[in-house]
T-cell receptor, first 111, second 114 residues
Framework: QKEVEQDPGPLSVPEGAIVSLNCTYS??????FMWYRQYSRKGPELLMY????GNKEDGRFTAQVDKSSKYISLFIRDSQPSDSATYLC???????????FGKGTLLTVNP | KAGVTQTPRYLIKTRGQQVTLSCSPI?????VSWYQQTPGQGLQFLFE???????NKGNFPGRFSGRQFSNSRSEMNVSTLELGDSALYLC?????????????FGQGTRLTVV
C-alpha cells in the first residue's frame, strides 16, 4: 500500500463550480499536510499547509484534515480557468523532513 | 525576494554519461531538497541537505549524489546515466525548520537521456 494515495483524475468542471480534491494516507506519523499546485512545465507552488485536524481557509481555498480517517481534502470555491493545473498533496512527519507526495490530480476548469 | 533558481532548465545526455544539476535556494534558506518527477512515479524524494550536511536520503541508487556549499547552493550529480533517469528534477528550498512545511520549488531541470 502506498503511503499517500491520490486520484489522478482527470477532473473537468465548469467555471464557478466547487472542486473537491482528496488524498488518503497510511502513515500515522504524518503531522503536516500540504497542497501544491503545478502548472504545466513549472515547479510545484505551495498553496497552503495545515497541522491539526479541522479546516483552514485561504481565499477561495479550504484545506481539511481528518487524522482519524487519514483523509485530507482541498476545496476550491468559484473555480476559475486559471485554476486549471495539477494539484498535489504532500505530507511530512516522523523523524525526518522528507515530503511524501501524492501523484497529483489534473484539474481543468472550463470557461 | 528571488525564488529558487535551477540550472540548466533542459539537458540532453547520452546513456553512460554523467550530469550535474545546480540549485540556488531562496536567500536565507538553509535546506535544499531534491526530487525526481516522472509521469509514472510522481514526485519522489532524492535527498535533503541542511547546512552542508545530508540530513535525509531517499531510496535511490548510489549513482545519485549531491552536495551543498557554504552559501547553501546545492548540486546534484547523476553518474552512468540510464534511460530511466529521464525526468524533471526539482529542488525545493526551505528554512529547514518545522519539518519543511514551507518548501518552495524551482522550475526544475528537465533531463532527457538518449
Amino acid at each position: 500500500q502506498k503511503e499517500v494515495e491520490q486520484d489522478p483524475g482527470p477532473l473537468s468542471v465548469p467555471e464557478g463550480a466547487i472542486v473537491s480534491l482528496n488524498c488518503t494516507y497510511s502513515n500515522s506519523a504524518f503531522q503536516y499536510f500540504m497542497w501544491y499546485r503545478q502548472y504545466s512545465r513549472k515547479g510545484p507552488e505551495l498553496l497552503m499547509y495545515t497541522y491539526s485536524s479541522g479546516n483552514k481557509e485561504d481565499g477561495r481555498f479550504t484545506a481539511q484534515v481528518d487524522k482519524s480517517s487519514k483523509y485530507i481534502s482541498l476545496f476550491i470555491r468559484d473555480s476559475q480557468p486559471s485554476d486549471s493545473a495539477t494539484y498535489l498533496c504532500a505530507m511530512v512527519g516522523g523523524s525526518n523532513y522528507k515530503l511524501t507526495f501524492g501523484k497529483g490530480t489534473l484539474l481543468t476548469v472550463n470557461p | 525576494k528571488a525564488g529558487v533558481t535551477q540550472t540548466p532548465r533542459y539537458l540532453i545526455k547520452t546513456r553512460g554519461q554523467q550530469v550535474t544539476l545546480s540549485c540556488s535556494p531562496i536567500s536565507g534558506h538553509r535546506s535544499v531538497s531534491w526530487y525526481q518527477q516522472t509521469p509514472g512515479q510522481g514526485l519522489q524524494f532524492l535527498f535533503e541537505y541542511f547546512s552542508e550536511t545530508q540530513r535525509n536520503k531517499g531510496n535511490f541508487p548510489g549513482r545519485f549524489s549531491g552536495r551543498q556549499f557554504s552559501n547553501s547552493r546545492s548540486e546534484m550529480n547523476v553518474s552512468t546515466l540510464e534511460l530511466g533517469d529521464s525526468a524533471l528534477y526539482l529542488c525545493a528550498s526551505s528554512s529547514g525548520g518545522q519539518m519543511n512545511t514551507e518548501a518552495f520549488f524551482g522550475q526544475g531541470t528537465r533531463l532527457t537521456v538518449v
